[in-house]
């Protein structure tokens, strides 16, 4: 049997290198060095740009060299003792070095350019494991291999020491990530904005069948990858209360009192696959404004002195927090103002900067995205900055608000179209209030002037009236975005049709027939297939020519042209017997489960809910498992062997999901220990499903799991 460990770049006769490669950097190759003001002064700039002219060269031995230093001098750490975690950290450091040359020449050839910005909210990112994605992405896969390599390490070592960054928990947060990946990719100047969490979402454990949630404290360790930006600050305000002021010859609202958090910004360069070009996810840190109270530790109030910090804190820590209480619904509410208002501060500051920008080219600068209804509070905090903060009179920034946010909606389901309280907004966002309430009455004005009163100006009405008065963020979404995206073709039909029909009546009826639009989800190729199956990747170059199917996955049609070669086939098998091998150790290392490398690997891996319907999948798990004891030995011998893996977390408020992990860990206790069954079915629940368990489990499955209630993906 072929294997593709035997075929090599050189033997295939073509050239590997990509246009855009790290490895061809070193000393010789000269960074852009623009005009600096000031570098006239006394020579200082000068000196400095001279010494700064040059990328970190990228050869085995350079690499090994960084290594050595930043092992030393960065992490205080001896030649003589050091762990395998400190050679992560170092490594790690190595590849940062790189990465922010390329960050900083990126953002400098941005300003020079003059170029629109791209900016992406989203409350979630699971971006996964960072180092072996830039390694690839950098194309430095082969001088990072030969520099450890001859330091006695393996890379796959490296890489199995970095934790998960819990940064994100479902489809959203992937969609995210893959979307900097291929945006950083297309060479297109965008930045991603989120908050860092300390704890993620839980850790996900399993204790007698049952989910049991643990903090995910993924930064224990310390990120390599991220930069710390104590420069980098915003104010940000909660509860209070406005005032009316005449200034200027007109009434200014004030927003006062309450209290202030700042936004720290941690950065994580997001390199692009043959491109130099490196864009940034900027993460926000919740510090308290005042960091102690020495009066109150004076005074031995020891915890007063404290509570400030901790609650700041709090608004950083967690992703999802649990909302089955009145005050976990409000801090979901504060993160996402927490983190919307320190982003689009950050932005405008940017546009700030530039002394020949007016105001009305800043829809011509700015674009920014809203990943589902968690960043959709940007709407009125927009306004609030440009009429409260800038002055600007109200329809001036609300045409520019219009003209610069657009909005993803991802799921139908309701429970994703967040609507908060309007008694909790008028507390904790006094003067986001009156400015929803402001855009809503003049969108109901012109409502009546279309339609008349009747039961569509409720339907359409940002606020929901009832024994709870609730803000509908979808709807101040809607109307605050220029355009508002499904990510499938049959998903943006029902937003249209079902979801909210009244808006595109509306968008209809005033011309705005492109306003609903469909941008549907991809995926990165470069992390799912070049990363988590290496050995696919080499068939498909191999057999293609060249890697251009890494950015162009069209190109893979042309694996049809091979689709009857017998040499292919085999190669095929050998790669799909590797990654189930692998799957196999990781099993039975993570879980000390043992499963037959030969049996069909389904799987059904995404966050547990009804509608994901893992409960009609562990229900049809019983029904083979009946099946297969009314067979007899002989018809059992026959049978199809077949593996079946769950995985996913449960909501730790949402009851029936938790119910449905324990259904499954039930079931796959009784099969699992079924002597009469279990060499031909097996069932387990694979606890704290992440990316890298992603990684490993994808490349090894036959059947992959989608079926979801239909309509509502």
Request: aromatic share 10%; with cysteine.
């Amino acid at each position: 049997m072929t294997t593709t460990g035997v075929w090599s770049a050189d033997k295939a006769g073509f050239e590997m290198k990509r246009k855009s490669s790290f490895s061809l950097l070193d000393t010789t190759a000269h960074r852009p060095a623009p005009h600096v003001e000031g570098q006239e002064d006394g020579g200082r700039m000068e000196k400095l740009q001279q010494l700064m002219a040059y990328y970190e060269p990228n050869d085995p031995e350079s690499i090994q060299k960084s290594f050595a230093r930043h092992l030393e001098y960065s992490l205080a750490c001896t030649r003589f003792n050091f762990t395998m975690q400190d050679a992560y950290r170092a490594a790690g450091l190595v590849l940062r070095d790189r990465l922010l040359e390329s960050l900083n020449d990126t953002n400098t050839y941005y300003r020079e350019q003059d170029v629109k910005r791209g900016y992406y909210l989203s409350a979630e990112y699971l971006i996964g494991r960072h180092m072996q994605n830039a390694i690839a992405n950098l194309d430095l896969e082969q001088p990072f291999k030969d520099a450890f390599e001859d330091l006695g390490m393996k890379l796959e070592e490296l890489f199995s020491e970095e934790a998960d960054p819990a940064l994100g928990n479902g489809g959203l947060g992937r969609l995210a990530a893959c979307f900097l990946d291929s945006m950083a990719t297309l060479s297109l100047p965008c930045w991603g904005y989120g908050i860092r969490y300390s704890y993620g979402m839980f850790k996900q454990g399993i204790k007698d069948g049952r989910q049991i949630e643990e903090p995910d404290f993924w930064i224990g360790d310390g990120c390599p990858f991220e930069i710390p930006r104590p420069d980098v600050t915003y104010p940000v305000r909660f509860y209070g209360r406005v005032e009316e002021v005449y200034e200027n010859g007109r009434s200014v609202s004030r927003w006062v009192g309450g209290e202030i958090v700042q936004a720290m910004a941690y950065d994580n360069p997001i390199p692009g696959f043959d491109t130099y070009n490196t864009n940034n996810l900027r993460l926000w840190r919740a510090c308290p404004s005042e960091e102690f109270d020495l009066d109150a530790f004076s005074s031995a109030q020891f915890q007063d002195a404290i509570t400030q910090r901790r609650k700041a804190e709090d608004l950083s820590a967690v992703l999802y927090p649990n909302d089955a209480t009145y005050a976990g619904r409000e801090l979901r509410l504060r993160q996402q103002y927490f983190f919307v208002s320190a982003s689009l501060q950050d932005l405008l500051r940017e546009f700030i900067k530039r002394p020949n920008y007016q105001w009305e080219d800043l829809p011509q600068k700015v674009a920014v995205q809203m990943n589902d209804t968690h960043p959709t509070i940007a709407v009125a905090e927009f306004m609030r900055l440009l009429v409260d903060v800038q002055q600007l009179d109200w329809d001036r920034a609300w045409e520019l608000t219009r003209k610069c946010l657009n909005y993803t909606n991802h799921t139908v389901m309701p429970e994703a179209l967040e609507k908060w309280p309007v008694e909790m907004m008028e507390r904790m966002l006094p003067r986001h209030l009156q400015i929803i309430y402001h855009i809503n009455g003049i969108w109901i004005q012109k409502l009546l002037q279309r339609w008349g009163d009747g039961p569509i100006i409720a339907a359409l009405s940002i606020v929901e009236e009832g024994d709870i008065k609730k803000i509908r963020m979808g709807h101040l979404a809607i109307i605050g975005s220029n355009k508002i995206n499904g990510v499938a073709a049959l998903h943006t039909e029902i937003i249209k049709k079902e979801t909210f029909p009244e808006f595109y009546k509306w968008c209809c009826d005033n011309g705005e027939h492109d306003k609903i639009v469909n941008m549907t989800n991809g995926v990165t190729p470069r992390r799912w297939i070049h990363c988590a199956n290496p050995a696919l990747s080499e068939i498909f170059t191999k057999y293609l020519g060249s890697q251009e199917w890494l950015t162009d996955m069209t190109k893979l049609k042309g694996m049809l042209d091979y689709k009857d070669d017998s040499k292919l086939h085999d190669e095929w098998m050998a790669m799909k017997s590797g990654c189930k091998a692998k799957l196999v150790d990781w099993l039975k290392s993570t879980m000390n489960l043992d499963i037959d490398q030969d049996a069909l690997i389904d799987i059904q891996i995404k966050r547990i809910h009804e509608y994901k319907r893992q409960l009609m999948n562990i229900l049809f798990v019983i029904h083979r498992y009946l099946d297969l004891k009314k067979k007899s030995p002989g018809e059992r011998a026959a049978a199809q062997k077949r593996v079946v893996l769950i995985g996913g977390k449960a909501a730790s408020a949402y009851v029936n999901a938790k119910i449905i992990i324990k259904l499954i860990n039930n079931v796959a206790k009784v099969i699992n220990n079924d002597p009469e069954t279990q060499q031909y079915l097996k069932c387990a629940f694979v606890p704290n499903y992440c990316v890298s368990a992603a990684q490993v489990m994808i490349p090894a499955s036959d059947i992959s799991e989608h079926i979801s209630t239909a309509g509502t993906e």
